[in-house]
Nanobody
């Protein structure tokens, strides 16, 4: 059974940090590119950051460049999103997404940035 389970979300003040994790099971994680998406209130889902299967290449949305870092540990079947200097506009549900021959979504984790 394929599972992507996000964790690490929560309430944080502007300027703060969070680290999201996405634990994968039920498929060959190391073969899949991994992407973090987010969907803010009243907004469309948008790509935040992606990383290739071996971790050799990453890409970021312009809105998070220099603040967020995506990383993966293929030995632990986990992808991470380190989020620093958080802003209220980063408030969203964050989803991890695995893609290769098939694609899978996690259930999402809420991140709220507010004072």
């Amino acid at each position: 059974q394929v599972q992507l389970v996000e964790s690490g979300g929560g309430l944080v003040q502007p300027g703060g940090s969070l680290r999201l994790s996405c634990a994968a099971s039920g498929f060959t994680f190391s073969s899949y590119d991994m992407i973090w998406y987010r969907q803010g209130p009243g907004k469309q889902r948008e790509l935040v950051a992606g990383i290739t299967s071996a971790g050799g290449s990453t890409n970021y949305a312009d809105s998070v460049k220099g603040r967020f870092t995506i990383a993966r540990d293929n030995a632990k079947n986990t992808v991470y999103l380190q989020m620093n200097s958080l802003k209220p506009e980063d408030t969203a549900v964050y989803y991890c997404y695995a893609t290769f021959r098939r694609s899978y979504w996690g259930q999402g984790t809420q991140v709220t940035v507010s004072s």
